[in-house]
């Protein structure tokens, strides 16, 4: 490459939605220090992969996928700088460059507003820079505020990180620090320069989003909540929707729940982990409620919102979970009936209490206990979705589906819905008649298109 050629930069992101959107910022601070975006890490100068840490598969991809690149480089000829980002990069740091000394720089995901500094210090030559740290300025602060004109119709944004709960079973507060949530008149900011540029629907994310307390906008005294803040961002023009994910059981408030039955913006749908329906399993998890507890919130939920879709993530073979804990497991999902929901075995973490445990659950145990539960909860989603057949959902269009001519959009519930429809509908929320269900998306006709606001 010449000095004056243009450089490219390709981001593989793993892990969750709070990835996802920090990987979007990254690309635009990178763009603004003049990388524009290659479509493969083959045309590339520099790999941003930005790493999960949650699991150990998930963990250990990272170090084949730096193979991969490390061949790239060596194949091509080319001097391509590779980066490790993320929880990987938090929880392991310069450990990474000892095992993989292929890479060139690793950040964590409290320092990616230095990004370009770091980046540009790696192109000078600089080799095995890490930066860990936790800042006291805020990333939010510092990173780009025009997105980029690629954003669809529905968009992520973080308002709050990190995690005070310590599960034992999980790595998060260790990887993305203390809880913290942004102020109020940053979030709305964004949100209505996200407004401004199509966007229709807007999921908040946060680790612990329902703990957010956010220093209150214009001089006001003390914090907002969540649900203040979804007030505010229900007043946005142009925005129709509002979600938010991922929520603790410990933090529902009052206010929260009134959200449901006031906002006619936020959509009838909670992702709401419980990880086991075991009470002494809970108490080893450091969950901090018991079944019981969860059970009043989902109750709660639905008498203020009958049509609530709820969304769960489960562990199974945490350690020292016997038959009959398990058993408790797949007892609360039938008595949650889930529309939708996640289920992992567990997997020991380094650094985290439960990994230290005696007792741990053999894998062929796990992965019995693993179908178990993952048939239970395909049978509830392909329920849930074939109840909504013969219904008429208001549907968000946000991309093109596989097939000529159609269009794919997300019914209140967040279920997957074809169409077909012309190109120029995408952006467009339209009344569509739920024609017929798989267990992962339905089908439908568009019966009219909505005003847009
Ligand atoms: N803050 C969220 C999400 C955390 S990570 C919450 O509190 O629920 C997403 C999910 O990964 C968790 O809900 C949990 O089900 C799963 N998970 C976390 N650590 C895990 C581990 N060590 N093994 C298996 N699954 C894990
Ligand atoms: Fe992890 Fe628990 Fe915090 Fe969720 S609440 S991020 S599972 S420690
Ligand atoms: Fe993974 Fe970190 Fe998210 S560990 S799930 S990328 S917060």
Redesign the pocket.
């Known amino acids: 490459m010449t000095e004056t050629s243009q450089k490219r930069v390709f981001i593989r992101t793993y892990g969750?939605q709070m990835n996802v959107y920090d990987s979007e910022r990254m690309a635009e601070s990178l763009n603004k220090a003049g990388y524009t975006t290659a479509s493969s890490a083959d045309e590339a100068d520099l790999v941003v992969l930005n790493t999960c840490h949650?699991?150990e598969k998930a963990a250990e991809k990272v170090y084949s996928e730096v193979g991969r690149m490390r061949m790239l480089r060596e194949q091509s000829g080319r001097d391509v700088k590779i980066a490790v980002t993320g929880c990987v990069a938090q929880a392991e740091g310069a450990e990474i460059q000892r095992r993989a000394p292929a890479v060139d720089l690793v950040v964590g995901p409290q320092s990616y507003h230095r990004l370009p500094e770091l980046v540009d210090r790696v192109e000078r030559g600089e080799r095995s820079i890490v930066d860990t740290d936790f800042p006291t300025e805020s990333k939010f602060d510092h990173l780009p505020e025009e997105r980029s004109a690629a954003t669809g119709a529905s968009a992520f944004l973080t308002v709050q990180e990190g995690?005070d709960?310590f599960?034992s079973?999980?790595?998060?507060p260790y990887t993305r620090g203390a809880e913290e949530s942004r102020p109020v008149a940053s979030v709305l900011a964004e949100a209505e320069r996200l407004a401004g540029q199509g966007v229709r629907e807007i999921t908040l994310l946060g680790?612990?989003v329902n703990a957010y307390h956010g220093e209150a906008p214009n001089g006001g005294s003390g914090t907002w909540n969540l649900a203040g803040l979804l007030r505010a961002l229900g007043d946005i023009d142009g925005l129709e929707r509002l979600r938010f994910t991922?929520s603790?059981p410990k933090d529902m408030d009052e206010d929260l729940y009134q959200a449901f039955a006031d906002n006619p913006k936020l959509m009838p749908y909670l992702h709401l982990?419980v990880?086991s329906g075991s009470d002494p399993i809970l108490k080893a998890m450091n969950r901090s409620h018991t079944a019981a507890e969860y059970l009043a919130i989902i109750e709660r939920l639905r008498s203020i919102r009958p049509d609530m879709a709820i969304s769960g993530?489960?562990?199974v073979g945490f350690p020292g979970e016997s038959d009959q804990d398990f058993a408790d497991t797949l007892k609360i999902i039938t008595q949650v009936n889930y529309a939708q929901a996640?289920s992992?075995?567990?997997?020991?973490?380094p650094g985290?209490p439960?990994a230290n445990v005696e007792f741990h659950v053999p894998e062929e145990v796990k992965s019995k206990r693993l179908e178990a539960v993952q048939h239970l909860l395909n049978e509830q989603q392909l329920a849930f979705n074939l109840g909504c057949v013969g219904r008429t959902l208001s549907i968000l269009l946000e991309r093109s589906g596989k097939e000529d001519g159609q269009l794919i959009g997300r019914s209140p519930y967040m279920q997957s819905v074809h169409v077909m429809a012309p190109q120029h509908r995408l952006g467009q929320m339209v009344d569509v008649e739920i024609l017929s269900a798989g267990a992962n998306s339905l089908k439908g006709r568009i019966i009219m298109a909505q005003q847009a606001a």
């Open positions: 969750c949650i699991r995690c709960k599960c079973f999980c790595v998060v680790q612990n991922t603790h982990p990880q993530d489960f562990i996640y992992f075995k567990y997997s020991p973490r985290t439960a």
